[in-house]
C-alpha cells in the first residue's frame, strides 16, 4: 500500500555551529511537526530541487529504512526552505 510522508526541510543558522538542513515530519493536524534528530550539511543551501529531493529521500531512508518512491519538492516563500511530499510503499 502507499502513503505519504509530507514536511519541510529548512536551511537553520540559528541553532547549529554549522548551518544545516533539518528535517520536520508533518504530524496529525493540531500538533507539531516532529524534527528528525539528523540533519545535512552536504548540500548547500542554493542546491537544486533535484539535490534537495535526493537529500530529503536520504534522510527519510535513515528514519523508515526504505527509500521513497518520489519526492516532491516546493520552494518556501521565505527562501530558507521547502515543503515536500514523498510517496512510500509501505513494507509487506
Given at each position: 500500500?502507499?502513503?505519504?510522508?509530507?514536511?519541510?526541510?529548512?536551511?537553520?543558522?540559528?541553532?547549529?555551529?554549522?548551518?544545516?538542513?533539518?528535517l520536520f515530519l508533518d504530524r496529525q493536524p493540531g500538533t507539531a511537526p516532529t524534527m528528525l534528530p539528523g540533519f545535512d550539511t552536504s548540500q548547500p543551501r542554493e542546491a537544486s530541487?533535484?539535490?534537495?529531493?535526493?537529500?530529503?529521500?536520504?534522510?527519510?531512508?535513515?528514519?523508515?529504512g526504505h527509500w521513497p518512491q518520489q519526492v516532491h519538492v516546493t520552494p518556501l516563500d521565505a527562501g530558507n526552505g521547502y515543503a515536500f511530499v514523498a510517496t512510500q510503499e509501505e513494507p509487506a
Open positions: 500500500m502507499t502513503h505519504h510522508i509530507s514536511g519541510r526541510l529548512h536551511w537553520d543558522t540559528t541553532h547549529l555551529a554549522t548551518p544545516a538542513w533539518m530541487s533535484a539535490a534537495v529531493a535526493h537529500l530529503i529521500g536520504q534522510m527519510l531512508r535513515r528514519e523508515t
